[in-house]
Nanobody, 115 residues
């Protein structure tokens, strides 16, 4: 069963942009907070951006002003618009849904930013 489906990763030059997408079921999307995490080689997984069902957002300091997390209720999709990408943004990005008693993870999508 695939509950979080991610797409949008790829290769981009520094300063470029990518948009990640995470599509889930209505039962999850309409109720639970969702987020994007990332994990670079040799580093711990970190929260990048989160969004509640009411649209309240939060970001890790390193991406503030560059990344935007948003929701599209018509498509049951959470997006991460990434602008002004830096090489240090290179990581596997994971979609996440916090069901309170259970946390769901997507399979991850690779983002690589060249200098």
């Amino acid at each position: 069963q695939v509950q979080l489906v991610e797409s949008g990763g790829g290769l981009v030059q520094a300063g470029g942009s990518l948009r990640l997408s995470c599509t889930t079921s209505p039962s999850i999307f309409k109720i639970y907070p969702m987020a994007w995490y990332r994990q670079a080689p040799g580093k711990q997984r970190e929260l990048v951006a989160g969004i509640t069902r009411d649209g309240i957002t939060n970001y890790v300091d390193s991406v503030k002003g560059r990344f935007t997390i948003s929701r599209d209720s018509a498509k049951n999709t959470v997006y991460l618009q990434m602008n002004s990408l830096k090489p240090e943004d290179t990581a596997v990005y994971f979609c996440n849904a916090d069901l309170r008693v259970r946390v769901l993870w997507g399979q991850g999508t690779q983002v690589t930013v060249s200098s």
